[in-house]
């Protein structure tokens, strides 16, 4: 089965994959060490809300005039799976990519093919530096990428072209997806795209703008994104987005888990055929109105999607959903009773503005388990804001104090009791901040670095 990682919130239930969101964000050397830094004082907490919360959808969450709203279609509502698909898979062939982490990549995708209807249609790209098509007919002299059963010699073939592929260089993301997205063509099945790989881009993070482009050009041709993060060091945060925003879902690989076990793979094949529901229009109360990503994602009914933003609701409300799904127009709503403002989400305010920078589209919150590891990751900056805190009080009060606001500003658990008596103590002798004092921390944050929250 799926097993988390150090860093990964990674869950498996009956044929769905795992979702999770941004971790390990490139760039950043925090590593397996640091999980522990903030894992151990929130863990418990963490583990024992996530449950509940997955058990309530619809739902929202409020803190002071911030909320998180989470909805899901009823499969009732929706129509049945279709018999055929076009899948293009593109399989991360760079440098990374050898040795047991290689293994596992086309473990899975021999599991991911074995799984798929004998009607669906796939075609396999090899992605690098530049992208090849392994399922390919001549024309012209040149290999035409082409869609061909999940069974049968011509996917034989290609999985051994595929396997002579040596692992060089590195991978271009954004190529590999215009590219995938491209391939398809005029064909009238769902499509899905499914990439296996760790998710790094060439030359290190995709710029925002060019992967908002992306992911327009994935949405408008209605094309979902899923992925198996597999690899040393993984890109979860943009694996997470591209999930978050297309409609798909994203698992990762663990280290214990056995080179043959085919479980990811099966489990990945039954998410990628899974209906998806493409919204046109969304309605939500007067008091909600100012809600992130600001172009709602697609839903799916093996997670919940969830929306952020600046508001407050009193009492019941209904939200409205006008959208398509599998070319039939669709109208969804949900009743909700909002929670009451809680501390346990003040991570919400540093999240929401964190979207109000660009419209929510370096949201990684792919489900209540993708927003988890955000109140995961909030905790962690929270820690370390409270650990500086202390190392400075000695010889800086002040600062401390001030250090220690940020901190429980993201979370009221992570003040530390003998901070806040030493820095009240420091406040009656004059030598606290006042409120209006603006401290700039030394160097990035963890909602600064690539990847978002």
Request: aromatic share 4%; proline share 7%; hydrophobic share 45%.
């Amino acid at each position: 089965m799926l097993r988390p990682r150090p860093l990964v919130v990674a869950s498996l239930a009956a044929a769905m994959l795992a979702v999770a969101a941004t971790t390990n964000l490139p760039g950043d050397d925090r590593g397996r060490e640091a999980a522990a830094t903030a894992r151990n004082k929130t863990a418990q907490k963490n583990a024992a809300a996530a449950p509940e919360m997955a058990l309530k959808t619809p739902r929202l969450d409020q803190f002071d005039k911030y909320y998180a709203l989470s909805i899901k279609p009823d499969p009732a509502a929706l129509p049945h799976k279709a018999e055929a698909h076009d899948i293009v898979v593109i399989v991360d062939t760079s440098a990374s990519q050898q040795g047991a982490v290689r293994a596992r990549s086309l473990t899975t995708l021999k599991a991911f093919l074995e799984k798929l209807n004998p009607a669906d249609r796939v075609c396999i790209l090899a992605a690098d530096t530049f992208v090849a098509p392994m399922t390919a007919t001549e024309a012209g002299g040149k290999a035409a990428a082409t869609f061909t059963a999940p069974h049968g010699q011509a996917m034989d073939a290609a999985l051994r072209k595929l396997t002579e592929r040596v692992p060089l260089g590195a991978t271009d993301m954004p190529l590999a997806l215009r590219t995938a997205a491209e391939t398809f063509g005029q064909q009238k099945n769902p499509r899905a795209i499914v990439y296996l790989g760790d998710g790094m881009n060439l030359g290190g993070s995709v710029d925002p703008a060019e992967m908002k482009a992306v992911v327009e050009l994935l949405v408008e041709k209605r094309i979902p994104v899923s992925s198996y993060a597999v690899g040393p060091r993984e890109d979860a945060g943009l694996l997470a987005r591209l999930a978050n925003h297309t409609g798909g879902v994203v698992g990762f690989d663990s280290a214990d888990i056995k080179p043959e076990d085919k479980t990811a793979g099966e489990i990945l094949a039954s998410a990628v055929t899974e209906v998806v529901v493409w919204p046109e229009k969304l309605d939500l109360p007067e008091g909600l109105s100012e809600v992130y990503p600001k172009r709602t994602p697609p839903l799916r009914v093996d997670r919940d999607t969830i929306l952020i933003g600046q508001g407050k609701a009193a009492g019941a409300f209904q939200v409205k959903l006008t959208g398509s799904a599998g070319g039939e127009k669709k109208e969804l709503s949900w009743k909700i009773t909002p929670s009451a403002p809680s501390d346990d989400h003040a991570y919400l305010a540093k999240v929401v503005e964190a979207a109000q920078r660009d419209d929510g589209d370096s949201l990684a919150t792919v489900g209540t388990m993708g927003l988890m590891e955000v109140r995961r990751l909030a905790a962690f900056q929270a820690e370390a804001l409270r650990k500086m805190a202390g190392q400075i009080l000695p010889v800086n009060p002040r600062l401390a104090h001030r250090l220690s606001k940020e901190a429980a500003g993201i979370d009221r658990d992570a003040a530390g009791e003998r901070l806040v008596a030493f820095a009240q103590e420091a406040a009656k002798n004059g030598k606290a901040p006042g409120d209006g004092i603006v401290v700039e921390l030394p160097g990035k944050q963890p909602a600064d670095l690539p990847g978002g929250l």
